[in-house]
């Protein structure tokens, strides 16, 4: 079996297991796990109670992974996220106790109720799998992804993410509430069993060499990187925009697409694959102006049209 498809069948066996417990949201089951292939980091945004947090739950059980969640809340201190030193009187010395973040899936809930200063404590471990306390490094164990949450319509006692950090995301991903159809059958799913029960798919170690396997050997051909520089170049050019995406940018779609490849049985990348990343991944990236703002413009509509204007050079 190549990995490819190796790839392709623990993301089958994943979602029959998630879909025990969840209803509708593919997609988003499908962008989280191809997020973690791709060692990036996810933001999930949507109203209470459409089981965001239990979907990262159920995703950590579906590989046997250290889960953990924490709560955000104004109160919280950047220690109570990375861990730090605590003094022994034993050995008259100070000992470094680990937080919550040495884990390999962290649940951040409501990560915009907590002020810059603790929102920061995640910047390294996102970006250098590592915490620094003092004049010591600890490693964050392998794989780690962030799944945050935050509430889009709140708008009492929440600090918004700074654009230095929400940039350090993959990719945010809207979560909406069942229709009619999968509110029923959520119904009648909680009706028989709250919370059923879930069977181990894979291990994180599999995982692990799955990241690697899938730099490695799925194809990303010149035609593919042109048409994804293409459609972030273009939005750099475009007035109903004060910031268009930075390079970081074009590396998620890249990453990301070689993983969403994989889970779909490829080893090579389809301009469809790009296409239907490109909302999540470039969501949070592009800043409207104050004109396009009051204009009421929205950032899905430039999206869509970035996507019908921009073509692939054959």
């Not at 250098?128 to 009492?156: C, M, W």
């Not at 291990?203 to 459609?231: A, F, G, P």
């Amino acid at each position: 079996m190549t990995k490819v498809n190796e790839a392709k069948d623990i993301f089958e066996n994943i979602m029959g297991e998630m879909r025990k417990r969840i209803v509708q949201n593919e997609n988003v089951i499908e962008l989280m796990f191809a997020t973690m292939l791709a060692g990036g980091h996810c933001l999930l945004e949507g109203v209470p109670g459409i089981a965001k947090t239990l979907m990262a739950s159920t995703l950590a059980e579906t590989m046997k992974m250290d889960f953990t969640r924490i709560q955000f809340t104004s109160d919280m201190m950047p220690t109570d996220i990375s861990g730090g030193l605590i003094f022994e009187r034993e050995t008259s010395s100070f000992s470094f106790f680990k937080g919550p973040v040495f884990t390999n899936i962290l649940l951040a809930d409501e990560i915009n109720r907590s002020p810059p200063k603790t929102q920061s404590a995640l910047l390294e471990a996102m970006q250098e799998r590592q915490v620094s306390v003092g004049q010591e490094t600890h490693k964050l164990p392998e794989p780690f992804i962030v799944i945050a949450t935050q509430n889009p319509i709140e708008l009492t006692g929440v600090y918004p993410l700074p654009e230095a950090q929400i940039d350090r995301f993959l990719v945010k991903i809207p979560v909406y509430p069942p229709d009619l159809e999968g509110e029923i059958a959520m119904l009648k799913m909680k009706k028989v069993k709250m919370f059923a029960d879930i069977e181990q798919v894979t291990d994180q170690n599999t995982i692990s060499k799955l990241k690697h396997e899938i730099e490695k050997d799925v194809v990303v051909s010149d035609q593919i990187m042109e048409y994804i520089s293409n459609l972030v170049v273009a939005t750099r050019s475009i007035p109903s925009l004060s910031l268009g995406s930075s390079p970081r940018g074009s590396i998620a779609l890249m990453t990301l697409s070689r993983a969403i490849a994989a889970i779909r049985g490829r080893d090579y990348i389809e301009p469809d694959d790009i296409k239907s990343i490109f909302f999540p991944v470039m969501n949070h990236r592009l800043i409207l102006s104050p004109e396009a703002e009051i204009e009421q413009i929205r950032v899905s509509e430039i999206i869509e049209n970035i996507l019908s204007e921009v073509h692939v050079v054959i």
